[in-house]
């Protein structure tokens, strides 16, 4: 069946109105353009008020079109009908594509925007990967308005602490640009500088967003979006605060002190303010740079596994995240113990998890991947998911509640899976966002991020679910480590056995949910062949590793005991 196209009735007063706005609003910001072609560029006569109406208006146009769009396409059509699912995947597309416009008309403060969406975990595949396309660089501002910024925050004089500073940025991007320097001193270091007018752009734009995510939600109760500008709100001002970004980079560096294989830049505070950010320069790739990685040498599945393993640690151990772990901000240098090191760049945006809820999500993570619905059930009710909850699988590790192997999806359980969602909409993902607690949507956001990230890099998807696991474990059993707790198991005795004897305890439980993993995958194998098909598994998991005899030594036993573990 070939769909019509939507039509406008006259006779909508709530669609009058939004059209009306539009419309007006279109119009004012075409006048504006015209005269102003270049409205993008800091001109002195191009006010910030003019600037701000032309942004606004074209965003209330795109979610004018899109409001529109979404309820006359759908109307009269059954929620539970192929031919309703095939028309709002439709709907998703051209808004989506709309929205990506915008975005790359109004930059800044928008393409973030779009980069938020575009990392949620429940956002509509249309709009994901229509978004994920942007890019956040923008044209670099002359050296000259910089050096202002630079005259205002760190004194006339400040080029005197200088060998040199090089004009030409080495990178730029929606709130700020980056210049590399030489001190007096000898470091090399990266200078980041808040763009001068950024804060009263920012503010205003997310007046708009709230304005109209308000709006919509009035008048469509069914399309809210309220969580995510406020959950966005909230990141956009962490973000220009430079102060708050070095103090979240320099607790970070705490808690990864006895990583060898992680590296966080030193911050140099008497270069550093609110709109000014002196760091350590640190040269490397970025991480999905697979033509740098293979010119030196380093398997891609070493650094995602080692990727994997600084989230998870983040995560499950310190419960402290990095907010926003997209591939520009997590480079690969040439330089570590192993070939390379992971370079973790901006800290504007952090998020501290409750001690109850990180105890909480690493029994989880256990429940997901022992595929034990009931407690999954019971821990989604905790964290706000109510009737959700059974979707929780999906989210994390791939697979439906009801199926029986965490690592692995057949072809029977991807067409459930793709049914179940397609019961979704989008008002479900709406009231979901809503309910969980802000911790659980921040994991979800930097597990979305890295998930990406892995898929890039060609990378199974077992590497992350079977390290995650193993933090999980260990943060299950022990007390959350900070940058204290860490330097204390790297210098005292009695906090270094302590530390030891979690390790210990934790891989020993790691080991036993393998076993019981690759046995529940292996299920209607005759004894024998299950014996061998779980002992090769674990043999290569573990081949590297002096647990990998204590492995076998346990399997077994368990071969001969079973009741003695489980």
């Given at each position: 069946?070939?769909?019509?196209?939507?039509?406008?009735?006259?006779?909508?007063?709530t669609?009058?109105?939004?059209?009306?706005?539009?419309?007006?609003a279109?119009?004012?910001?075409?006048?504006?353009?015209?005269?102003?072609?270049?409205?993008?560029?800091?001109?002195?006569?191009?006010?910030?008020?003019?600037?701000?109406?032309?942004?606004?208006?074209?965003?209330?146009?795109?979610?004018?079109s899109?409001v529109?769009?979404?309820?006359?396409?759908?109307?009269?059509?059954?929620?539970?009908?192929?031919q309703?699912?095939?028309t709002?995947?439709?709907v998703?597309?051209?808004?989506?594509?709309?929205?990506?416009?915008?975005?790359?008309?109004?930059?800044?403060?928008?393409?973030k925007?779009?980069?938020?969406?575009?990392?949620?975990?429940?956002?509509?595949k249309?709009?994901?990967?229509?978004?994920?396309?942007?890019?956040?660089?923008?044209?670099?501002?002359?050296?000259?308005?910089?050096?202002?910024?630079?005259?205002?925050?760190?004194?006339?004089?400040?080029?005197?602490m200088?060998?040199?500073?090089?004009?030409?940025p080495?990178?730029?991007?929606?709130?700020?640009?980056?210049?590399?320097?030489?001190?007096?001193?000898g470091?090399?270091?990266?200078?980041?500088?808040?763009?001068?007018?950024i804060?009263q752009?920012?503010?205003?734009?997310?007046?708009?967003m709230?304005?109209?995510?308000?709006?919509i939600?009035?008048?469509?109760?069914?399309?809210?979006?309220?969580?995510?500008?406020?959950?966005?709100?909230?990141?956009?001002?962490?973000?220009?605060?430079?102060?708050?970004?070095?103090?979240?980079?320099?607790?970070?560096?705490?808690?990864?002190?006895?990583?060898?294989m992680?590296r966080?830049?030193?911050?140099?505070?008497?270069l550093?303010?609110?709109?000014?950010?002196?760091?350590?320069f640190?040269t490397?790739?970025?991480?999905?740079?697979?033509a740098?990685?293979?010119?030196?040498?380093?398997?891609?599945?070493?650094?995602?596994k080692?990727?994997?393993e600084?989230f998870?640690?983040?995560?499950?151990?310190?419960?402290?995240?990095?907010?926003?772990?997209?591939?520009?901000?997590?480079?690969?240098?040439?330089?570590?113990?192993?070939g390379?090191?992971?370079?973790?760049?901006?800290?504007a945006?952090?998020?501290?998890?409750?001690?109850?809820?990180?105890?909480?999500?690493?029994?989880?993570w256990?429940?997901?991947?022992?595929?034990?619905?009931?407690k999954?059930?019971?821990?989604?009710?905790?964290?706000?998911?109510?009737?959700?909850?059974?979707?929780?699988?999906?989210?994390?590790?791939?697979?439906?509640?009801e199926?029986?192997?965490?690592?692995?999806?057949?072809?029977?359980?991807?067409?459930?899976?793709?049914?179940?969602?397609?019961?979704?909409v989008?008002?479900?993902?709406?009231?979901?966002?809503?309910?969980?607690?802000?911790?659980?949507?921040?994991?979800?956001?930097?597990?979305?991020?890295l998930?990406?990230?892995?898929?890039?890099?060609?990378?199974?998807?077992v590497?992350?679910?079977?390290?995650?696991?193993?933090y999980?474990v260990?943060?299950?059993?022990?007390?959350?480590?900070?940058?204290?707790?860490?330097?204390m198991?790297?210098?005292?005795?009695?906090?270094?056995?302590?530390?030891?004897?979690?390790?210990?305890?934790s891989?020993?439980?790691?080991?036993?949910?393998?076993?019981?993993?690759?046995?529940?995958?292996?299920?209607?194998?005759?004894?024998?062949?299950?014996?061998?098909?779980?002992?090769?598994?674990?043999?290569t998991?573990?081949?590297?590793?002096?647990?990998?005899?204590?492995?076998?030594?346990?399997f077994?036993?368990?071969?001969?005991?079973?009741?003695?573990?489980?």
């Open positions: 069946m070939t769909l019509k196209p939507f039509n406008f009735p006259a006779k909508r007063t669609t009058r109105f939004l059209l009306t706005a539009a419309a007006t279109t119009v004012a910001a075409a006048a504006t353009q015209a005269a102003n072609p270049d409205e993008l560029s800091p001109l002195p006569h191009f006010s910030a008020e003019i600037h701000g109406f032309v942004r606004t208006a074209r965003a209330v146009s795109t979610v004018a899109t529109v769009d979404y309820e006359f396409s759908l109307r009269g059509l059954q929620r539970d009908s192929d309703f699912r095939q709002i995947s439709q998703h597309l051209r808004s989506a594509k709309r929205i990506l416009k915008l975005c790359e008309a109004n930059k800044g403060f928008y393409v925007a779009g980069q938020f969406v575009a990392a949620q975990r429940v956002t509509p249309e709009y994901s990967l229509t978004l994920s396309a942007l890019q956040d660089q923008v044209a670099p501002l002359p050296y000259k308005v910089i050096k202002k910024v630079l005259d205002d925050n760190l004194g006339p004089n400040f080029s005197e200088f060998l040199s500073i090089d004009e030409q080495i990178a730029a991007a929606s709130i700020a640009q980056v210049h590399h320097a030489m001190l007096k001193s470091h090399e270091v990266a200078i980041k500088v808040q763009y001068p007018w804060e752009q920012m503010n205003f734009d997310t007046r708009t709230h304005f109209l995510s308000k709006t939600a009035w008048l469509y109760p069914q399309y809210r979006f309220e969580w995510l500008s406020s959950a966005f709100s909230e990141s956009m001002s962490s973000e220009l605060d430079f102060v708050q970004e070095a103090r979240n980079s320099e607790r970070a560096a705490k808690n990864f002190c006895n990583n060898k992680v966080v830049p030193s911050v140099f505070w008497e550093t303010t609110r709109q000014v950010l002196t760091m350590e640190y490397g790739h970025r991480i999905d740079d697979l740098f990685l293979n010119q030196i040498g380093v398997d891609p599945e070493k650094v995602a080692s990727l994997a600084l998870a640690e983040m995560i499950f151990v310190h419960g402290y995240i990095h907010g926003d772990p997209h591939p520009g901000n997590i480079l690969v240098s040439p330089e570590g113990c192993n390379f090191s992971l370079v973790l760049l901006d800290h945006v952090y998020r501290e998890l409750d001690e109850e809820f990180r105890k909480d999500f690493c029994q989880l256990e429940a997901l991947i022992l595929k034990d619905s009931k999954t059930m019971v821990l989604g009710e905790r964290f706000g998911a109510g009737k959700f909850s059974r979707y929780l699988p999906i989210i994390f590790t791939g697979t439906t509640i199926s029986k192997n965490a690592l692995g999806t057949s072809i029977e359980e991807k067409v459930t899976m793709k049914n179940e969602l397609k019961s979704l989008f008002e479900d993902l709406s009231s979901f966002m809503e309910s969980v607690c802000p911790d659980f949507i921040a994991i979800m956001r930097a597990d979305g991020l998930r990406s990230i892995i898929r890039k890099m060609d990378v199974s998807r590497t992350r679910l079977l390290t995650y696991t193993k999980a260990y943060g299950s059993l022990c007390p959350k480590l900070d940058g204290e707790s860490c330097k198991a790297g210098t005292n005795f009695y906090f270094a056995v302590k530390a030891a004897f979690f390790s210990f305890v891989r020993l439980k790691y080991l036993l949910i393998l076993i019981k993993v690759s046995i529940g995958a292996i299920e209607g194998i005759p004894w024998r062949q299950k014996v061998k098909n779980t002992l090769d598994y674990l043999s998991k573990t081949s590297s590793d002096f647990w990998g005899l204590t492995v076998h030594f346990v077994l036993i368990v071969c001969i005991h079973p009741s003695a573990l489980f």
